[in-house]
């Protein structure tokens, strides 16, 4: 689907006034539970637009894990495509959302169409004097349900209006008038999710689907993308193709491949730099903190492994078990102090708040590492995954990022399983190369 700037107005003006009649209430939101399309796109500037605050919400969950969610949020509307609407209808009416709109979906599946959602706004310029209100994500639920927490300041642009959010948002460098950004990761991430706010910097955007190394490459030679966001897992799949594959296409447009989510292997992070030149950009952080750390290429190759110094308004803190302060050099949990005060909010649980502060201010994301004699910030592991072997500690990540220079490895992960005689050991699950045996 292509869609020109006078349809991309035309249908922004007509979501964004059919979300202000649609008579969500004070404190309302829409979730947008769906996958990567360019529906999904409008659905949430169309929010942003109506100073609505949108919920993106994993579409591989259940409908009992989005039910929650919707309740949680108090989502009055959600937003579904082809692929969800089955899932999202039964979630929304067992928390009581009586609106689900839906594009492509079957004349039977219940949902209202899309199409009929825009006619019931007008095409005319909706009010731009609407406070924004930033996206509420929920983050994985591994010690129990999704934790919903709010894009914190340092992540969204702000503004006391809609017009002057997106006014500061096309001051940001990476959103210049005239780039390509292309999405090749789930919109349900607060990466990719950021990309959104391009087109309203004049951005062209690309969005692909399921991620696919060579159609990545193609798409970057064929629109001239500036800039995308990728986490590690996508280098290693682009760099397992076949080397006649990556030498078809030209990657030359790319200005800034900015990566998250993940350590990423040194050595595999040296080999994107030597394909694609010194464009990768790593930024260091959790969806309810935003980026606390951040390096470019040519600091990383100085300072291999790091993921550069903290940005301000954090302050880093390497800890004991006991709460003191560590020397460069020596391994500890990670903290990070808010010099504003806020550190990170959990969503409707203070409980969660409160436990992952050492004081007001003083977060942790649970993991750990050590600052150098430079003040580059390197990460050993997460604490909840280190396995004690025969009273050693072991940090899995460690033996991660060997594995998985292997060519025969596609991916992998080390956990901790039981062993009579040292208490843990260290057991590898493999993902195996295409090919390999």
């Not at 100073?51 to 969610?69: C, D, K, M």
């Not at 500036?226 to 760099?239: D, G, I």
Request: charged share 20%; proline share 5%.
């Amino acid at each position: 689907m292509v869609i020109t700037w006078a349809e991309l107005d035309s249908t922004l003006n007509r979501a964004t006034n059919a979300l202000l009649g649609a008579g969500l209430g004070e404190g309302q939101r829409i979730a947008v539970f769906a996958e990567n399309a360019a529906e999904t796109v409008l659905g949430h500037l169309s929010g942003i637009l109506a100073g609505i605050s949108t919920v993106p919400v994993n579409f591989h969950l259940t409908a009992e894990e989005v039910q929650y969610i919707l309740e949680d949020s108090q989502s009055g509307m959600v937003l579904v495509g082809p692929e969800t609407a089955e899932v999202g209808l039964e979630a929304a009416r067992a928390a009581g959302v009586g609106l689900v709109v839906g594009w492509r979906c079957p004349d039977d599946s219940g949902v209202l169409s899309w199409e009929a959602f825009l006619e019931r706004g007008e095409d005319t310029d909706p009010p731009s004097d609407m406070a924004p209100k930033p996206f509420l994500h929920y983050t994985s639920g591994t010690t129990g349900r999704p934790k919903g927490t709010e894009t914190p300041p340092t992540m969204f642009a702000g503004g006391a209006t809609v017009a002057e959010h997106f006014e500061i948002v096309g001051q940001n460098a990476r959103f210049a008038a005239g780039g390509v950004s292309l999405v090749v990761s789930p919109l349900y991430h607060t990466g990719p999710l950021g990309s959104v706010r391009a087109v309203t910097a004049g951005q062209t955007l690309v969005i692909l689907g399921r991620f696919n190394a060579e159609n990545v490459l193609r798409a970057i030679e064929q629109h001239g993308v500036t800039n995308t966001l990728m986490v590690p897992t996508h280098f290693q799949r682009l760099l397992a193709l076949p080397e006649d594959v990556r030498a078809k296409y030209d990657v030359s447009s790319l200005l800034m491949v900015s990566h998250t989510g993940a350590a990423c292997p040194v050595e595999v992070k040296r080999a994107m730099i030597e394909w694609f030149g010194p464009v990768l950009f790593e930024a260091y952080g959790a969806t309810e903190a935003g980026s606390t750390n951040a390096i470019g290429s040519e600091e990383w190759l100085e300072h291999p492994g790091s993921v550069g110094k903290t940005l301000p308004p954090f302050e880093c803190l390497i800890l004991d078990e006991d709460g003191n302060q560590l020397a460069a050099g020596e391994e500890g949990q990670i903290y990070f102090r808010d010099t504003t005060g806020r550190g990170i909010i959990y969503h409707n649980a203070p409980d969660k708040t409160e436990a992952a502060h050492l004081q007001p201010g003083v977060f942790t994301l649970g993991e750990i590492g050590y600052l150098d004699d430079d003040g580059y910030l390197f990460i050993t592991d997460r604490s909840s995954d280190m396995v004690v072997s025969g009273g050693v500690n072991i940090y899995p990540a460690e033996t991660e990022q060997v594995l998985v220079t292997h060519d025969a490895i596609a991916d992998c992960a080390v956990i901790g399983v039981p062993n009579k005689e040292m208490g843990e050991e260290l057991k590898a699950l493999i993902v195996l190369a295409e090919g390999a045996t």
